[in-house]
Nanobody, 129 residues
Framework: QVQLVESGGALVQTGDSLRLSCVAS????????MAWFRQSPGKEREFVAY????????NYADSVNGRFTISRDNARNTMYLQMNSLKVEDTALYYC??????????????????????WGQGTQVTVSS
């Protein structure tokens, strides 16, 4: 059974930094693409960042580009999201997602929830002003 467990969420202030982690178990991690999504109350789940199986290809939502960095350590079955210069609008439940493909297409495939087969339970990030 595949499990994705997120951690690192917290209550922080505007301008602070956080690092989220996602630990995977139950299947091979080093040959699949991963992503972070987030969801705020009353809003749809939205794409945040994507990383391919080897970590050589990444992509970000415009709203976080330049502030967030996605990375992975295949030896530790772990994906990270370094979040800097946090804003109030970054407040959300952050989800880790795993595809069964190694690479998702740059045509927007990696932004689609349907491309990800496995999901974690989420970790809450709250940014106060």
């Amino acid at each position: 059974q595949v499990q994705l467990v997120e951690s690192g969420g917290a209550l922080v202030q505007t301008g602070d930094s956080l690092r989220l982690s996602c630990v995977a178990s139950g299947r091979a991690f080093n040959n699949v693409a991963m992503a972070w999504f987030r969801q705020s109350p009353g809003k749809e789940r939205e794409f945040v960042a994507y990383i391919n199986w080897i970590g050589k290809a990444t992509n970000y939502a415009d709203s976080v580009n330049g502030r967030f960095t996605i990375s992975r350590d295949n030896a530790r079955n772990t994906m990270y999201l370094q979040m800097n210069s946090l804003k109030v609008e970054d407040t959300a439940l952050y989800y880790c997602a795993m595809s069964i493909k190694g690479n998702l297409k740059d045509t927007g495939e990696f932004r689609s929830l349907s491309e990800y087969t496995y999901w974690g339970q989420g970790t809450q990030v709250t940014v106060s002003s």
